[in-house]
């Protein structure tokens, strides 16, 4: 069961940051909104957060069957004079996207579609470069070719200095996004980065509920490890926030606060649950592949762009050049050619960054961390 909103205040260590309802209804009221990766705790939120701020319609693309079934039948239980479309599909395949932008006129384009897990991407940059790169590509290219006003690339703090190949890969996502949607498109381009999503599905909360529930112990991964978290509704009231601020193309950041530390994290819960620590037990099994000990924190060029939301200096990318260099990945993609893969992913950070590229040695207790 999920943490009540007080609930994960109290173990996250402070109040949430909320967007302001009338300008985020003023920007969505009417419009028909297409959000890839619905049926994930990110974009099923999104979806209902467009749905609770006046969207008239929402195209739900998603490739779990069972999770668009869900979505679908939570939004028709709550919003029963909302039109919802469910597309089954990969929205990395460009018939799945023609068919779902060709269910009516669509204002804005949510991508939330990814996949997230840093250990088990480390050994699948194969699938890490194709769904998270190729894919967002091709959505991308849709938009603008749909003419669609507005795209928002959901995306991580592991972009940030890139030591994973889930980092990398999401680096080189936005990359594809501000390439593809240079200044000449009419789409207008908003990528928001945040942190861990407390809660989310498989994440380190639900993973450590289950631990209790089974009388422990939690397994930790270093006893100085710590993230910046996010509610899931937190998170989708920003994300939605940042675009409707209006910019033509922007990067933001999610305020999350101060780091946790996952430890004291784990403690909390425990001791939330009615026991105590010891009782249960904590079992450090080290840092796993692509982790990191801390996340970077935000960049010192940051500017508030709202409450709870930086704007974040723009990395410029020449479409051709990198036109050349996705061509390159996809043709890597498609011969399964892991050597070429993860030389492309470690040349995902740019070549000023002061913080070690990927891939590094993640048993290293001096890096900085994953989610």
Known sequence: MAAEPGEAAALLGRAEHTADPGKVRAWLRGQTVLVTGAGGSIGAELCRQCALHGARRLLLVEIDELALLQVQ?????????????????????????????????????????????????????????????????????????????????????????????????????EQACLALLADASATRLAVVRFGNVFDSAGSVAQVFREQIRRGGPLTVTHPQATRYFMTITEACQLILQAAALGEQRAMY???????????????????????????????????????????????????????????????????????????????????????????????????????????????????????
């Open 253 to 371: 950041a999610l305020d999350m606060g101060a780091p946790v530390s996952i430890l004291a994290l784990a403690s909390r819960m425990v001791r939330q649950a009615g026991l105590h620590p010891q009782e249960v037990g904590m079992v450090f099994t080290g840092l796993r592949p692509g982790e990191r000990l801390h996340e970077p924190a935000l960049p010192e060029q940051r500017q508030q762009a709202a409450p709870g939301i930086w704007r974040l200096p723009l990395e410029t990318a020449a479409p051709a050049s990198f036109a050349t260099r996705l061509e390159t990945l996809r043709e890597a993609v498609h011969h399964y050619d892991v050597p070429a893969l993860q030389r492309l992913l470690r040349e995902a950070a740019p070549a000023d960054s002061r913080a070690p590229q990927y891939p590094r040695d993640s048993r290293d207790s001096n890096d900085r961390a994953h989610r």
């Open 73 to 173: 039948e939570r939004l028709h239980a709550a919003f029963p004079g909302l039109e919802s479309v469910a597309v089954l599909g990969d929205c990395g395949d460009p018939a799945v996207l023609a068919h779902a932008l060709g269910q009516g006129p669509v204002e804005t384009l949510i991508h939330a579609a990814a996949y997230k897990h840093v250990p088990l991407l480390e050994a699948q940059p194969r699938e890490a470069a194709r769904n998270n790169v190729l894919a967002t590509a091709a959505v991308a290219q849709a938009a603008r070719a749909a003419g669609i006003a507005c795209m928002v690339l959901v995306s991580t703090d592991k972009a940030v200095d890139p030591v994973s190949v889930l980092g990398a890969s999401k680096r080189l996502a």
